[in-house]
């Protein structure tokens, strides 16, 4: 099993405010994925990078894969309460299956 | 497409009852994942099956658990006799392509009392 971490674990802001999440681990990944999850359904897929560096953005979310490949982060613009729910990271090394990291819950107050 | 669908959506049992999920995956996707939440333990990977069959199970947790799938639309994850640590969550998920990522059902959440 390779250990993906994300921070923080919980994150409550108000509508309109900018926010960066995280995850890291010491394993290289050939390609990584975000998630987000409500509650009672199960996790859909964001994004997927797979070169270092790269940075991807869809709508007000910006995903970036680190150099190394063994790091990637999640920066929201103006969150809004439907960006609430379950950000998952999901990374891949020998090329048949995803590990999921520990997850970061986001709550957006309106 | 109706996605990857899943019964029973919620499971209330006794101990030491047998419990059977199921799960139908997207047509045409060739891998099938089963993996289990819970708060304490985030998203554990249980087994999965490429062309169905079991290419990795290191991840169910013991003897009680058993997955099948015998043929491209469907699939069961069996827990004999259950036990009040099994209660969680448990997602089926499908993929055809690692890099499209997977598509994962709604969930069977499980209480075992």
């Known amino acids: 099993t390779q250990l993906l971490e994300q921070s923080p674990q919980f994150l409550s802001i108000q509508e309109g405010e900018n926010l960066t999440v995280y995850c890291n681990s010491s394993?290289?990944?050939?390609?990584l994925q975000w998630y987000r999850q409500e509650p009672g359904e199960g996790p859909v897929l964001l994004v997927t990078v797979v070169t270092g560096g790269e940075v991807k953005k869809l709508k007000r979310l910006t995903f970036q894969f680190g150099d190394a490949r063994k790091d990637s982060s999640l920066h929201i613009t103006a969150a809004q309460p439907g960006d609430t729910g379950l950000y998952l990271c999901a990374g891949d090394s020998a090329g048949n299956q995803f590990y999921f990291g520990t997850g970061t819950s986001l709550t957006v107050i309106p | 497409d109706a996605g990857v669908i899943q019964s029973p959506r919620h499971e209330v049992t006794e101990m030491g009852q047998e419990v059977t999920l199921r799960c139908k995956p997207i047509s045409g996707h060739n891998s099938l994942f089963w993996y289990r939440q819970t708060m304490m333990r985030g998203l554990e990977l249980l087994i999965y099956?490429?062309?169905?069959?079991?290419?990795?199970d290191s991840g169910m947790p013991e003897d009680r658990f058993s997955a099948k799938m015998p043929n491209a639309s469907f699939s069961t994850l069996k827990i004999q006799p259950s036990e009040p640590r099994d209660s969680a969550v448990y997602f089926c998920?499908?993929?055809?392509?690692?890099?499209?990522?997977?598509?994962f059902g709604s969930g069977t959440r499980l209480t075992v009392v």
């Open positions: 998920a499908s993929s055809t392509d690692m890099l499209y990522g997977y598509t």
């Open positions: 099956f490429n062309n169905n069959v079991p290419i990795d």
């Open positions: 394993s290289v990944f050939s390609s």
